[in-house]
């Protein structure tokens, strides 16, 4: 953490119902590296990021252009996605999945979920 950051300190929300590992591996999690990160012309919260998951790539719509000041810097950024959700079409956009990150619904500022060091694209959490 450099030193103009600061933690901000949260009350934890109550902790969720209790589900089985079999729900937990029904997710699928991996890491893609954020090669571009676009407006959605018919949204004021989307940014379209393109994702290279190794062997693919995909277009993952994000709600994250009013929660940065400037949403391209995560461009170049390893982070984890959901990818086995229905296609979604959002303000006229594709969506192949959903970005893994940390903070909106605790009203802090966002931070990516991501791997302590590089590893291979598409590379499986869990």
Avoid: W, Y
């Avoid at 902790?15 to 954020?34: A, E, F, H, N, W």
């Avoid at 090669?35 to 190794?54: I, N, Y």
């Avoid at 929660?67 to 996605?81: C, M, V, W």
């Avoid at 802090?108 to 979920?113: D, E, F, H, T, Y």
């Amino acid at each position: 953490m450099t030193t103009d950051e600061t933690v901000t300190s949260i009350t934890p929300a109550e902790i969720k119902p209790l589900i089985s590992i079999d729900d937990v591996t029904k997710l699928d999690v991996r890491v893609g590296t954020i090669t571009a990160v676009d407006e959605v012309a018919a949204s004021r919260k989307l940014m379209k990021l393109t994702v290279d998951f190794g062997d693919h790539q995909r277009s993952i719509l994000s709600g994250i252009r009013q929660e940065r000041a400037d949403p391209t810097e995560i461009k170049g950024s390893q982070a984890l996605f959901i990818l086995n959700l229905p296609e979604r079409k959002m303000a006229g956009e594709l969506s192949q999945g959903m970005l893994f990150d940390l903070g909106f619904e605790d009203g802090i500022k966002p931070a990516l979920c991501q791997p302590e060091r590089p590893v291979p694209n598409g590379t499986r959490a869990g």
